[in-house]
């Protein structure tokens, strides 16, 4: 018995200290342009000082590849900022981090995907979640029970990914340039937040078909963002929220879960300040997912935005 405690032991050890080893080569050499280590850099955007007050775009990926801020910040005279990065960090642990950063007088635009307001997924998924003990603001205190379990089981799977990965494509690299074709990375970003390295890239539409939002409706997450929302407001924050960017046929698809999302919304006294259409495009204006644009579609979704952004805050004034 005590030679087979011994045997555990020395594996435990072993097999630890060769995943910590992993860790240490991923996070200073094969991760260092990840395109998860983007949230620790939103989240210093967010914390930026600005003369005016500033308006912060909060969401998954569709945020990330379908706004251009500075055209925007053109239209309404005020600084925009982009925080969307990706869905599989889940909307609870996004706004989780991000809601300290706000003050009094900033303006939130909080789109959530609509698969967050369904089964687990506001909590994330494994492959992304496991990848926060990378990050240099990773707060774990902000987890829950539900979220630590995704982290847990997703950590060893990302570090053994990113570790094979990451040589085959520095190896890659060394003898052949990246190419005409997108990859996912931190410096695909501009000093907004905005994703723009896919913009000039040749069309990629091979996962653009809609799928079904499946699960049961998760009334405790959507509780807790809204108490989020109203927490903001008594501090001076204002906060609008908007169906997320996708596409069309996602919408008609899902059209059943997405009027409940509304109406549960409504309900709370927090409705869409637009219909789930008005930001659902075809598909020729989608880069390589329902929830990403390409750049006709960004520049196309960015005037319609900055449109709807003056509506609200004209409506603000006057109720002011």
């Known amino acids: 018995m005590k030679a087979l405690f011994i045997k555990l ?17 991923n996070k200073f050499w094969l991760a260092t342009d990840h395109y ?9 955007l967010i914390q930026m000082k600005t003369r005016i007050p500033k308006v912060i775009f909060v969401g998954g990926s ?3 590849f ?8 053109d239209s309404i005279k005020r600084p ?9 960090m889940g909307m609870r642990y996004i706004f989780d981090s991000y809601e300290p950063y706000f003050h009094r007088g900033d303006i939130v635009i909080l789109m959530p995907e609509y698969d967050h307001f369904y089964g687990d997924n ?9 990848y926060l003990p990378y990050l240099s603001d990773f707060n774990p205190w902000l987890l829950n029970s539900k979220q630590l379990g995704v982290m ?33 990375k931190k410096s695909g970003f501009n000093k907004w937040g905005d994703e723009v390295s896919h913009r000039t890239l040749p069309p990629n539409i091979n996962n653009i078909g809609a799928y079904s939002i499946l699960g049961d409706y998760n009334a405790s997450y959507t509780q807790h963002l809204l108490n989020q929302v109203h927490s903001l407001q008594g501090r001076g924050v204002q906060v609008f929220l908007l169906p997320p960017i996708t596409s069309k046929d996602m919408v008609s698809l899902n059209r059943k879960q997405i009027v409940k999302i509304e109406q549960k919304l409504a309900a709370s006294g927090c409705a869409y300040v637009v219909s789930p259409d008005s930001l659902a495009y075809p598909d020729s204006l989608l880069y390589n997912t329902v929830y990403h644009l390409n750049a006709r579609g960004v520049a196309i979704n960015s005037r319609r935005l900055a449109g709807y952004l003056k509506a609200c805050l004209q409506t603000s004034l006057h109720k002011k």
């Open 152 to 184: 847990s089981l997703g950590f060893l799977k990302t570090t053994l990914q990113i570790a094979v990965k990451g040589i085959y494509f520095k190896v890659l690299h060394a003898f052949k340039p990246a190419g005409n074709v997108y990859e996912y």
């Open 66 to 73: 379908g706004i251009d801020s500075k055209t925007i910040s």
């Open 36 to 44: 998860n280590n983007e949230f620790t850099i939103k989240g210093q």
């Open 122 to 130: 506001a909590y994330g998924n494994p492959e992304t979640l496991g």
């Open 62 to 64: 569709n945020v990330a």
């Open 80 to 88: 925009v900022f982009n925080s969307g990065l990706i869905a599989g």
């Open 9 to 25: 032991f020395s594996f435990i050890v072993f097999f630890s200290v060769w995943v910590g080893l992993l860790f240490l080569l």
